[in-house]
């Protein structure tokens, strides 16, 4: 018979919960289109590369289409073969604030042909990212259509970005074709 004494030791006793990694601070599961939406959101005022990538598609999962970024107009030669690895270099390479908070605002928004599983999300933007790059604006300014669906275990995910000059300021494709 083998007896254990742990004198103090409370092996039964519960611990306090580990707080949650800092990978997916304040993001939700993406249970509807306004919410991934709101992640990015929160991903950019975060810089947080692998929230912002959450909000895309899975192309690993059989089936998932193929990611795909649509520039503005200015730009359509330089994304020509834009995947999601490329989209996760560009976060990257934006780095860590300068100085005051990121931002995403959006206005005009609307949801079109929404269905149970697909949906299409329009607005105006105004991207502000403080970065560390001289002479490129940190305020850019355009037009986004972006398509949804959900995947197999219904979370949803961008899969088409649309981006549209819609002033004569520089849209997010051009903060995307400089990092």
Same mark, same amino acid.
């Given at each position: 018979?083998?007896?254990?004494?742990?004198?103090?030791?409370?092996?039964?006793?519960?611990?306090? $919960?580990?707080?949650?990694?800092?990978?997916?601070?304040?993001?939700?599961? $993406?249970? !509807? $289109?306004e919410i991934v939406l709101a992640n990015l959101q929160l991903s950019i005022?975060?810089?947080?590369t692998d929230?912002?990538?959450?909000?895309?598609?899975? !192309? !690993?999962?059989?089936?998932?289409p193929a990611f795909t970024f649509v520039p503005s107009a200015d730009f359509q030669g330089i994304f020509k073969n834009w995947q999601l690895e490329d989209e996760r270099r560009y976060f990257q390479n934006l780095g860590a604030p300068t100085s005051g908070s990121p931002y995403l605002t959006t206005s005009n928004e609307q949801y079109i042909n929404q269905a149970s599983t697909t949906a299409e999300y329009t607005a105006d933007y105004i991207l502000f990212y403080p970065h560390h790059q001289a002479g490129v604006p940190t305020e850019v300014?355009?037009?986004?259509?972006?398509?949804?669906?959900?995947?197999?275990?219904?979370?949803?995910?961008?899969?088409?970005?649309?981006? !549209?000059?819609t002033t004569t300021d520089s849209t997010w494709s051009y903060l995307k074709a400089h990092f």
């Open positions: 018979m083998v007896i254990v004494c742990c004198g103090g030791c409370n092996l039964f006793q519960t611990r306090d $919960p580990q707080p949650p990694s800092q990978g997916s601070v304040g993001v939700e599961p $993406p249970i !509807t $289109p005022q975060n810089h947080n929230n912002y990538m959450r909000c895309f598609v899975d !192309t !690993t999962i059989p089936g998932a300014r355009g037009y986004m259509h972006m398509y949804l669906q959900t995947d197999g275990q219904h979370g949803w995910s961008i899969y088409r970005w649309e981006d !549209t000059r």
